[in-house]
């Protein structure tokens, strides 16, 4: 049943927009050229900012929402993806696109950018071939200008990723964790690992104190999860798209690959790459020290477990007091070691290589202190500083996030790129 049965149809407005604030005038003026058909004061317009703060889903015309709220099934007579949308061709944006695919009508379209068959296989993007692959039928491309419109047929397809199960329990989450907050409330440490279940990283310990438990509790509660939600759901387009390009790219193709990722919050990067159809991955951990980020991964682990079987874990710790059991091909810290003590990151860095096996990789994406930075300014890396932190292991190889690129030193500057060394 629709997430909104029950309502009439007439509610809603004819037609969605996916793409970034900034752009929509630019582009809805581009695609009424384009599509002469779509008049756009006729049609209602949503925006939805992909960046959007807001979680819930707008109803009215011309409001503006997230970009990972559940949408209404078959309400829109167009659905259009901008091409300011990071479209990577992996299975977010598989789930993505039947999700957008899911909303249109029947004899509806949905409108979505693609690039050259070169430039899709050099930047990891999508091509015409690959979306029509993916539908399973063919669409068409008014005026030759790298767009393609699929007329809805049938059912959309399905994907395993974690947006897919984002999306399906987007409305039930604020619930679900009320539920386990208050089962959560008052516990002993020992009743924490019942809490979480069999995600979690058997021969690690929690090594969580009770003073740092209430203090998760009450501090950094499982609200600042959802608010922070859509960010962490979000990056995952682009991080395992990179992650799963740099893998393919230093590391054998027939290996069974084994994954961590240091303050990986909720555990959706470790998740998706476990599910990414090209890698084989055998073992895919998230380390994290919030209590939070631990319970939204157990509600995402019970939603995928089919799909993930045996083969993703949690560790409910420190950095700096992970100890490995295993070695490792991957291991990253994304916008993580910026958030602990100096020391303790130096550290932490330090035994992740240690923990690679030989020709493993470790990869590193920070954001780095710019003026342009209000929140957690304080706590970025300069470019120095980050690189001096790095240099005991090796020189770097550096990756766009926007593309799957590598890009010479001389050309990183202030960017925060993925920075990429592998161990000899
Ligand atoms: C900005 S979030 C990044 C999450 C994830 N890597 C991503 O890119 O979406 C930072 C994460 O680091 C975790 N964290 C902070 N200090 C940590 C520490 N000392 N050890 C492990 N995790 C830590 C936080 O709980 C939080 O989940």
Redesign the pocket.
């Given at each position: 049943m629709p997430p909104h049965a029950g309502s009439s149809q007439r509610h809603y407005p004819s037609a969605l927009y996916l793409g970034q604030p900034g752009a929509v005038d630019r582009e809805l003026d581009w695609i009424v050229r384009l599509l002469p058909d779509f008049d756009a004061d006729a049609n209602r317009l949503l925006l939805f900012a992909q960046s959007g703060a807001s979680g819930g889903w707008p109803l009215s015309a011309g409001d503006a929402g997230s970009a990972y709220c559940a949408l209404p099934q078959e309400c829109f007579g167009r659905v259009i993806v901008g091409t300011t949308c990071r479209l990577f061709r992996n299975p977010w944006s598989q789930a993505m696109l039947s999700h957008l695919y899911a909303a249109v009508r029947p004899g509806g379209s949905l409108v979505v950018p693609f690039v050259s068959e070169a430039e899709a296989q050099r930047k990891g993007y999508w091509s015409r071939t690959a979306l029509e692959q993916f539908f399973g039928h063919g669409g068409r491309e008014p005026g030759d200008q790298g767009v393609l419109v699929l007329t809805r047929e049938g059912a959309p397809p399905v994907v395993d990723s974690t947006l897919r199960w984002h999306f399906g329990h987007r409305g039930s989450l604020p619930a679900a964790h009320a539920e386990l907050r208050s089962r959560a409330g008052g516990i002993e440490l020992a009743g924490v690992r019942a809490l979480l279940g069999p995600m979690l990283l058997s021969e690690e310990p929690i090594a969580i104190d009770e003073l740092t438990l209430a203090d998760v509790l009450e501090s950094?509660g499982l609200e600042s999860v959802l608010a922070?939600e859509d960010?962490?759901i979000g990056?995952?387009g682009y991080?395992s798209a990179l992650l799963n390009h740099i893998a393919r790219r230093y590391l054998p193709p027939d290996r069974p690959l084994r994954f961590l990722?240091?303050?990986?919050?909720?555990g959706?990067?470790a998740a998706e790459l476990a599910l990414q159809p090209d890698l084989t991955v055998q073992r895919s951990v998230c380390?994290?020290?919030?209590l939070?980020?631990a319970l939204t991964a157990r509600r995402m682990h019970d939603g995928l477990r089919r799909a993930l079987a045996d083969r993703f874990a949690f560790s409910l710790?420190?950095?700096?007091?992970?100890t490995y059991a295993d070695q490792y091909d991957l291991i990253?810290?994304?916008?993580?070691l910026m958030?602990?003590?100096r020391d303790?990151a130096r550290d932490?860095a330090s035994r992740a290589f240690e923990a690679l096996r030989p020709g493993g990789v470790l990869i590193v994406?920070e954001n780095i202190k710019s003026p342009s930075y209000k929140r957690d300014y304080d706590l970025m890396f300069t470019v120095e500083e980050l690189e001096a932190l790095l240099s005991p292991f090796g020189t770097p190889e550096y990756y766009l996030s926007t593309a799957t690129i590598e890009i010479p030193r001389e050309q990183v500057g202030q960017r925060s790129v993925f920075r990429v060394i592998q161990k000899q």
């Amino acid at each position: 049943m629709p997430p909104h049965a029950g309502s009439s149809q007439r509610h809603y407005p004819s037609a969605l927009y996916l793409g970034q604030p900034g752009a929509v005038d630019r582009e809805l003026d581009w695609i009424v050229r384009l599509l002469p058909d779509f008049d756009a004061d006729a049609n209602r317009l949503l925006l939805f900012a992909q960046s959007g703060a807001s979680g819930g889903w707008p109803l009215s015309a011309g409001d503006a929402g997230s970009a990972y709220c559940a949408l209404p099934q078959e309400c829109f007579g167009r659905v259009i993806v901008g091409t300011t949308c990071r479209l990577f061709r992996n299975p977010w944006s598989q789930a993505m696109l039947s999700h957008l695919y899911a909303a249109v009508r029947p004899g509806g379209s949905l409108v979505v950018p693609f690039v050259s068959e070169a430039e899709a296989q050099r930047k990891g993007y999508w091509s015409r071939t690959a979306l029509e692959q993916f539908f399973g039928h063919g669409g068409r491309e008014p005026g030759d200008q790298g767009v393609l419109v699929l007329t809805r047929e049938g059912a959309p397809p399905v994907v395993d990723s974690t947006l897919r199960w984002h999306f399906g329990h987007r409305g039930s989450l604020p619930a679900a964790h009320a539920e386990l907050r208050s089962r959560a409330g008052g516990i002993e440490l020992a009743g924490v690992r019942a809490l979480l279940g069999p995600m979690l990283l058997s021969e690690e310990p929690i090594a969580i104190d009770e003073l740092t438990l209430a203090d998760v509790l009450e501090s950094e509660g499982l609200e600042s999860v959802l608010a922070v939600e859509d960010y962490l759901i979000g990056g995952v387009g682009y991080k395992s798209a990179l992650l799963n390009h740099i893998a393919r790219r230093y590391l054998p193709p027939d290996r069974p690959l084994r994954f961590l990722d240091q303050g990986g919050g909720a555990g959706f990067l470790a998740a998706e790459l476990a599910l990414q159809p090209d890698l084989t991955v055998q073992r895919s951990v998230c380390v994290d020290a919030s209590l939070a980020m631990a319970l939204t991964a157990r509600r995402m682990h019970d939603g995928l477990r089919r799909a993930l079987a045996d083969r993703f874990a949690f560790s409910l710790t420190r950095a700096g007091n992970f100890t490995y059991a295993d070695q490792y091909d991957l291991i990253s810290f994304i916008s993580a070691l910026m958030y602990m003590p100096r020391d303790e990151a130096r550290d932490a860095a330090s035994r992740a290589f240690e923990a690679l096996r030989p020709g493993g990789v470790l990869i590193v994406h920070e954001n780095i202190k710019s003026p342009s930075y209000k929140r957690d300014y304080d706590l970025m890396f300069t470019v120095e500083e980050l690189e001096a932190l790095l240099s005991p292991f090796g020189t770097p190889e550096y990756y766009l996030s926007t593309a799957t690129i590598e890009i010479p030193r001389e050309q990183v500057g202030q960017r925060s790129v993925f920075r990429v060394i592998q161990k000899q």
